[in-house]
């Protein structure tokens, strides 16, 4: 139990010196900025695989598949690595979020942070029940790698729309809830008017971004249970790959017109982890395999898209979603 209390204190401690130290004033972050935190992010992530391989070794945590402690590292790596591939898709829905309700790209990382906050709370309760429904019901490895499957058709073949907020039924139901107003004031979620609490487009914002990252959460968590049901392993993976969403999303918002084909490399992914759900009582993959399979798909995604040309259209489109309104 010390171990899990252990890392959500970090996880806390982490959370909070980021909002009210390193990011206490509004400001654009640059792409200089991002590198770095995403750098940090990950770094942090990937030496949490040593810490991981000690308290195994150690024996300071319930095991419930007997894993070594080297299965266990290897296991933990797979994980995050599947879960920092599934943000990237994750990253193009919250750009066209932020574009659809004109938020000041210096406005953004405050959203994205308490999205953050929601998303750890959400995914726990999610990793909870999921590894649950693993361990008690055999057959729910056939659901979730059909569910995969099922999801990675969907990536392939569907087109995707411009979010409307007007038309959204997200925004109509808020609006009946409470008064909300399409005027910014810095980085208020609510603001007074006519001595009524009115919400602002900034909690508008938050609200779908969250829904959009349960949403997301559904294919993500039952792809990381096709590695391991581990309850400490699921989430430590989920979490800190979470943690470093909002540094990569800055990272990559003058990029994104780079990574055309890594859409492709997800469907690949997720059809493979599906594949390995449904096989699992009757085929065993070796642990190489499944990080071999996600870094021949990134691999050959960023490959291709290092060949696609966009013109210039596209990359000012790009560019619109995620800079929206500087001078804010």
């Known amino acids: 139990m010390i171990v899990w209390i252990s890392f959500i204190i970090l996880v806390s401690i982490f959370l909070v010196l980021d909002l009210f130290v390193f990011n206490r004033n509004a400001h654009v972050i640059n792409t200089k900025e991002a590198s770095k935190y995403t750098a940090l992010w990950v770094g942090i992530a ?3 695989t040593g810490m991981v391989y000690f308290i195994y070794d150690n024996n300071w945590i319930a095991n419930p598949d007997n894993l070594s402690a080297g299965t266990a590292a290897l296991k933990y790596v797979t994980g995050y690595l599947i879960e920092l591939s599934l943000s990237i898709d994750n990253i193009f829905v919250i750009a066209v979020i932020f574009k659809s309700f004109t938020i000041p790209l210096k406005y953004q990382h405050r959203v994205l942070f308490w999205g953050i906050v929601g998303a750890l709370v959400f995914r726990g309760l999610m990793i909870f029940f999921g590894v649950a429904l693993i361990n008690e019901v055999s057959w729910m490895t056939y659901v979730f790698g059909a569910f995969l499957l099922y999801t990675a058709y969907n ?10 907020p007007d038309k959204s039924s997200i925004y ?9 107003t399409k005027q910014l004031d810095g980085q208020k979620m609510f603001v007074i008017q006519a001595g009524k609490r009115v919400a602002t487009p900034l909690f508008l914002a938050l ?3 969250e829904l959009t990252d349960i949403l997301f ?4 968590i039952p792809a990381i249970l096709a590695i391991t049901s581990d309850p400490f392993l699921v989430f430590a993976s989920n979490i800190l790959a979470i943690m470093g969403l909002r540094s990569m999303y800055f990272f990559l918002s003058n990029l994104l017109d780079k990574f055309q084909y890594i859409h492709y490399s997800l469907v690949a992914i997720l059809a493979f982890v599906g594949v390995k759900l449904i096989l699992v009582h009757h085929v065993e993959f070796p642990e190489w395999l499944s990080l071999a399979v996600i870094f021949a798909a990134l691999g050959i ?18 560019k619109e979603s995620l800079n929206t309104d500087k001078k804010l």
Do not use: N
Not at 217 to 220: C, G, N, V, Y
Not at 301 to 318: A, C, H, I, P, T
């Open 217 to 220: 959460a559904l294919d993500s």
């Open 155 to 164: 990536m392939l073949t569907s087109h995707e729309e411009d979010f409307d």
């Open 46 to 48: 990937l030496a949490f």
């Open 172 to 180: 109509r139901f808020a609006r009946k809830l409470f008064p909300v």
């Open 301 to 318: 995604g960023m490959l291709f898209s290092s060949f696609y040309k966009s013109d210039e259209k596209d990359r000012q489109d790009v």
């Open 207 to 209: 609200i779908v971004i």
